[in-house]
């Protein structure tokens, strides 16, 4: 065929298609399960990579009460974009803009040194701050540790006594309730108990309790306070190994899709990508799919899952930068008018699209890892941005 003879095609080169709709039902869900708690959506990383804006709009939408990001910085992107949620902030340097954070009204997780750049930039603000205490309860990142919760529970008290900043929460983090087996959960819940009680002997009135990540919402009730914190569960993926996101009610929120670049008939003995590391048994039909790390996909992921058709095939030879190959066998012969050349490939998505999971396995990671880390490459093209519509409707918005 000539290049004369290839009809131009209309559809997109590359997306990660986020269904708002599914961003929706999955705080549903989650509100349900966690009721009469309430919810935190968790959208820091770009949301897990879907982007952060249209999820914590969709988020709020659907009846998350508040938002969460890592870093000051990722709130204060939300609170400039008009969003007038309750907003925590609980990852931060001595460069971390406090003032900024204390005038536009976001609340900041204090594990300790925090505590003084608060307090100056509510004396700068002339405005109280106001915190979440986060106490170590056994992860080691974050968070007091119990030898300082007192006196960290103390100087916070005498500056709410001050009018420098009201005491909002108490948190803290878990560590293995991905594994429900793991009794280390139950320590951390204890702490946490004892935690609350000695901020509330110390004449703390605490708003939200909170402690509970996504796998601590489906697996343990007990831990969901006054606030759950929902990340992946959001983005309608599954903590557990054992469960799918079907199993717990959840719909997957990004397909990442692309098209056929290439198709080709080659002969036995064919190498494939560098390195050369996979090789054709017999003559076969390769389809070059022109995605690869620098679109965010592992390098390490070899084997990893496309659907092209009604067919699901694995990645063969080396991931390279911008593209890789699926072998379509023997049988799949361009010379046979068999070319899928333009026709759509998706990595994964919701059912019957492969999963996030398959390309986590075949990387040797999570699925919070495989969609947090799709690059800024690969446009975002969101559905059902508007809340009326349940269905796909008309052309999908592109995000700015
Ligand atoms: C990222 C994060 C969460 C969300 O965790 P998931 O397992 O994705 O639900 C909750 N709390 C804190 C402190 C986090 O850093």
Not at 280 to 292: K, V
Not at 348 to 373: C, H, K, M, Q
Request: hydrophobic share 45%; with cysteine.
């Amino acid at each position: 065929m000539t290049s004369a003879e290839i009809p131009p095609v209309h559809a997109p080169e590359r997306e990660a298609r986020i269904d708002l709709e599914a961003i929706r039902h999955n705080v549903r869900r989650i509100a349900e399960v966690a009721s009469p708690a309430q919810v935190m959506a968790v959208v820091k990383a770009d949301g897990y990579g879907h982007g952060m804006l249209p999820v914590a709009r969709a988020a709020l939408e659907a009846g998350a009460q508040w938002l969460g990001t890592a870093h000051v910085a990722e709130a204060l992107q939300l609170r400039r974009a008009g969003i007038e949620a309750p907003l925590l902030a609980w990852l931060h340097t001595p460069a971390t803009d406090f003032a900024a954070a204390v005038s536009a009204g976001i609340d900041l997780g204090v594990s300790g040194w925090e505590l003084e750049h608060v307090v100056a930039a509510a004396r700068r603000e002339e405005r109280p701050a106001r915190i979440h205490l986060k106490i170590d309860t056994g992860l080691g990142r974050n968070g007091s540790t119990e030898a300082l919760w007192d006196s960290l529970v103390g100087e916070a008290v005498e500056y709410q006594d001050q009018g420098l900043l009201r005491v909002v929460g108490i948190f803290s983090h878990l560590a293995v309730a991905d594994e429900p087996h793991r009794t280390e959960t139950d320590l951390q819940l204890e702490r946490f108990r004892e935690a609350v009680a000695v901020a509330e002997d110390a004449g703390v009135d605490v708003e939200v309790r909170h402690l509970a990540n996504t796998p601590a919402i489906f697996s343990r009730p007990d831990t969901h306070f006054d606030l759950v914190r929902a990340g992946v569960g959001l983005y309608g993926l599954s903590p557990f190994p054992t469960q799918s996101p079907a199993d717990l009610g959840l719909r997957p929120a990004m397909t990442l899709a692309t098209m056929v670049a290439q198709c080709k008939d080659v002969p036995a003995d064919q190498g494939v990508s560098y390195g050369l590391s996979y090789r054709t048994a017999q003559p076969s039909t390769l389809a070059l799919i022109p995605m690869g790390y620098g679109d965010g996909i592992p390098r390490s992921a070899t084997g990893g899952p496309v659907r092209i058709g009604d067919t699901v095939h694995s990645v063969v030879g080396r991931i390279a930068m911008d593209q890789m190959v699926v072998d379509l066998g023997a049988g799949a012969a361009v010379a046979e008018g068999r070319s899928v050349l333009g026709q759509e490939a998706v990595l994964f998505g919701a059912e019957p699209d492969p999963s996030v999971d398959l390309w986590a396995a075949a990387a040797g990671t999570i699925n919070y890892e495989i969609v947090t880390r799709i690059a800024p490459r690969v446009p975002r093209v969101y559905l059902n941005e508007s809340v009326s519509s349940e269905s796909v409707s008309g052309e999908p918005g592109r995000a700015d």
